[in-house]
Every structure is written in C-alpha cells, then in structure tokens.
C-alpha cells in the first residue's frame, strides 16, 4: 500500500525523514527558543520587579521624611536593596562616610558620593540588561540558521530529482516542504525574541532615564544639606 502526498506532508513526518543537517538545524532552532521564553518569562518578572521597587522607593523617598530613618530602614533588612533603593543606599553611605571623617571640602563629599551612586547604578543596569544580548541575538541570526536548513534540504529534494526521470508533484513537495520547516522553526524562534528584545530594551532605558534623574536629585538634595 503506497503512502499518499497527506501522509508525507505532516509536520512529525518531514522531520523525521529530514536529512541528518536539516534536523541538526531544527533541534538547534527548537532548543534556542525554549531557552529564549525561559529568559523572556525571567526578565518579565525582574522589569516588573525593578518598575515596582522604583515606585515604592520614590513613594517612600518624597514623602519628605528623614534621610537618616530611610538609610537605616533600608539597611536593616534583611534583603539587600535594589533599584533606586540601592543607589540612594551607596550614595548616602558614602555621603555619611565623609561627614565622620570630618572632610569640610563639600565638593569632595560629593564627588564621592556620586562615584558611589554611579557605581551601583552601573551593577544595577548590568542586572537589567542581563540575558538581552541572548534575546538579540536569537531574533537576529535564527532566521538565518532556519535559511541554512531550507537551503541544505532543497539542495537535498533536487539531488533525489537528479535519479528521476520524470518530476511530479508527490515527489517534488515533500521535499521542499521538509526543506521550509526549518524557515518556520526559525521565524518562530526570532519573532518572540526580537519583540522581547525590543520591549525589554525600552523598558530598560526608561528605568535608567529614572535611576539618572534621582541621582541628580538626590545629589542636589545632599549638596544642600551639607
């Protein structure tokens, strides 16, 4: 009983009979976009972390109480801050550090503590950017890997082609089918990562435009107090 064009063209089907390269290429396609909605679940939960800790911080931070309780409050518990929380934490500390030695030189107390706040600012950043180059560069190059695949399995169709005399439909499509899996494979792994990437790029910008400005407050704030 021979097997009909409907049978050879479901999905399971093509991949299995897929040559050795063109299934190297989906399982590499497949595992690149698990990997890439781990990490988009990830970042998901850590922006949405950072948005609402810069919140309750500023919440906190302009309701216009003492410095000196907020520096205390966020240093005595046990979790370490983060966000603003942390630059406002580095910059003080520092701040503080300069009083106790007796250092009357303000532009000295400041500098030092914007090297502090930029500091943390800076390790902030790195978290909220971490993963973002793996997302950019699955959107980018898997297109082009799933291209790779097309290419090696159309070659492959029109080699088999090259032993028959005459083509038909039936042998021509399951070959050229299996070939186009691996496009697909490959636009539905870049298609979320780049709209991820995207996202999560401007995302990051607005919360550092945000960690900036409170740096430039915040330092004013302390050059008047001192």
């Known amino acids: 009983m021979s097997v009909g064009v409907t049978d050879d063209m479901s999905i399971f089907s093509l991949v299995a009979g897929a040559s050795l390269p063109v299934q190297f290429v989906l399982a590499v396609l497949i595992i690149t976009s698990l990997f890439s909605w781990w990490y988009i679940f990830i970042k998901v939960a850590a922006i949405k972390r950072a948005e609402t800790n810069a919140d309750d911080f500023e919440n906190a931070f302009w309701t216009g109480g003492d410095l000196n309780k907020l520096f205390e409050g966020l240093t005595a518990g046990r979790r370490k801050p983060q966000g603003m929380a942390s630059i406002f ?29 930029r500091a943390a600012y800076n390790r902030e950043l790195d978290d909220l950017d971490a993963h973002l180059p793996f997302l950019a560069s699955v959107g980018s190059v898997s297109p082009y890997i799933g291209l790779f695949g097309t290419v090696w399995g159309i070659m492959n169709a029109f080699r088999g082609l090259s032993n028959v005399a005459q083509a038909t439909l039936s042998q021509v499509a399951p070959g050229i089918a299996e070939a186009l899996v691996a496009t697909a494979i490959g636009l ?32 004013n704030i302390l050059q008047r107090k001192s």
Do not use: C, W
Request: hydrophobic share 40%; charged share 30%.
């Open 188 to 219: 539905f792994a870049a298609i979320p990562a780049v709209i991820a990437y995207n996202r999560f790029a401007s995302s990051v910008d607005r919360l550092s435009v945000r960690y900036e400005s409170f740096m430039e407050e915040f330092t």
């Open 89 to 117: 934490e580095a910059g003080f500390k520092e701040y503080a550090r300069h009083k106790q030695q007796g250092r009357s030189e303000i532009s000295d107390v400041m500098e030092g503590s914007r090297r502090a706040m």
